[in-house]
C-alpha cells in the first residue's frame, strides 16, 4: 500500500520560510517523478513543483518560481519543499504524489493523498 507522509506546515508572517518533508512508503521511490501539489480552500488543487526520479530536472508553477525549491533524498525515500519569501496566497494544504502526467497540468496524483500538511502565511 503506497503511502505519502507530509510534515514541516505551520503558521508563518509573510517573507519567512518553511521546509516541508513528505515520507513515500509502499513505491520503488527512485523509480519516479514526484510533485508537491496544493489546494487553497475553494481554490482546485494545482501542482506547485516537480522533480525527475534522479533529481537532475525540476519544473515549478509561476506562483512560486524563484521561491521554492524541490529536492529529494531516494536513499531516505523522502522528498522535500524548502519555501521562502512566503506569501499570503501561498495558504494552502500543501501534498506530495507521483505526478499522472509528465506535465504540471492537470494537477492530478497517481496515488491516493496522504493527509497533507497545512501552512498558514498570515501576519
Known amino acids: 500500500q503506497v503511502q505519502f507522509v507530509e510534515s514541516g506546515g505551520g503558521v508563518v508572517q509573510p517573507g519567512g520560510s518553511l521546509r516541508l518533508s513528505c515520507a513515500a512508503s509502499?513505491?520503488?521511490?527512485?523509480?519516479?517523478?514526484m510533485g508537491w501539489y496544493r489546494q487553497a480552500p475553494g481554490k482546485q488543487r494545482e501542482l506547485v513543483a516537480r522533480i525527475t526520479a534522479g533529481g537532475s530536472t525540476t519544473n515549478y508553477a509561476d506562483s512560486v518560481k524563484g521561491r521554492f525549491t524541490i529536492s529529494r533524498d531516494n536513499a531516505k525515500n523522502t522528498v522535500y519543499l524548502q519555501m521562502n519569501s512566503l506569501k499570503v496566497e501561498d495558504t494552502a494544504v500543501y501534498y506530495c504524489?507521483?505526478?499522472?502526467?509528465?506535465?504540471?497540468?492537470?494537477?492530478?496524483?497517481?496515488?491516493?493523498w496522504g493527509q497533507g500538511t497545512l501552512v498558514t502565511v498570515s501576519s
Open positions: 504524489n507521483r505526478p499522472l502526467t509528465p506535465s504540471m497540468t492537470p494537477a492530478r496524483g497517481f496515488y491516493a
Open positions: 509502499g513505491i520503488i521511490f527512485s523509480d519516479y517523478a
